[in-house]
């Protein structure tokens, strides 16, 4: 036990938890990409309740969720923890990465990146999540049952033109900062190899562009509908 406290508390200890973390956090986000594409479904708002409801009702998924909440958090208090590291120290950035494989400006910008994000994400929480489990929400029927109808709620919020331009501009930084994050963790987690670090590459630039792009897509088109 002694080891393995030695070793997260040591600086490699620090960015090998950032990758771990991070990757769990990209899978996330596929995840809740694909949910939330039901909101582009022409049923009224009835897909993404029924999935708004499992997602909040079903017991594992629960237990995902708070085991994703405290990632969350533990990548936020790491991820600030080495930027005060690397500015005192004047090192490199938290992230291990070289600059032949990252963007320079993201890479040099994680922390405002982050920043940006961790706002988001209490935004995102106070209008949408808290919504979802305390607030006085409207029900639809689904097959006789009555599900809550957080559609509605989002439909709301995605036909306000300031939110929809601050969501768009959250997804832009997500963008820049999983840019950086995602091939940097594999390279952190020693994954990365001449064989493969094309592919990795690929893959992490087309995930970077594609999943924000996607998730900016949902409130302009509901915006614009």
């Known amino acids: 036990m002694k080891w393995f406290l030695e070793l997260f ?3 490699l200890g620090r960015k090998l938890l950032m990758a771990l973390t991070g990757l769990f956090l990209i899978t996330f986000l596929l995840v809740h990409l694909i949910g939330n594409l039901q909101l582009l479904k022409n049923d009224g708002g009835h ?8 997602m909040s009702t079903n017991p594992l998924i629960q237990t995902v969720s708070k085991v994703n909440f405290a990632l969350i958090l533990g990548h936020i208090f790491i991820s600030a923890m080495l930027t005060i590291r690397n500015r005192k120290a004047r090192g490199p950035e938290g992230y291990a990465v070289s600059n032949s494989t990252s963007s320079i400006w993201s890479s040099r910008n994680m922390g405002i990146l982050g920043t940006i994000i961790l706002v988001f994400i209490v935004i ?3 209008d949408f999540w808290a919504q979802m489990h305390w607030g006085n929400l409207p029900t ?3 097959d ?3 599900v809550r109808d957080l559609y509605a709620l989002v439909n709301e919020w995605f036909h306000v033109g300031w939110y929809v ?3 768009v501009f959250c997804m832009i930084g997500v963008a820049f900062h999983l840019w ?3 091939i940097s963790a594999f390279q952190t987690l020693g994954l990365n190899h001449l064989k493969y670090n094309g592919l990795i590459g690929f893959v992490g630039k087309a995930f970077s562009i594609l999943v924000p ?3 900016a897509l949902i409130p302009i088109m509901m915006y614009l509908s």
Do not use: P, R
Request: proline share 0%.
């Open 213 to 215: 792009a996607l998730f």
């Open 144 to 146: 006789g049952k009555q």
């Open 180 to 182: 950086h994050g995602f």
């Open 9 to 11: 508390s040591s600086t």
């Open 140 to 142: 639809q029927d689904h």
């Open 47 to 54: 897909a993404f309740n029924v999935y708004a409801e499992f």
């Open 165 to 167: 331009a601050l969501y």
């Open 124 to 126: 995102h929480l106070k």
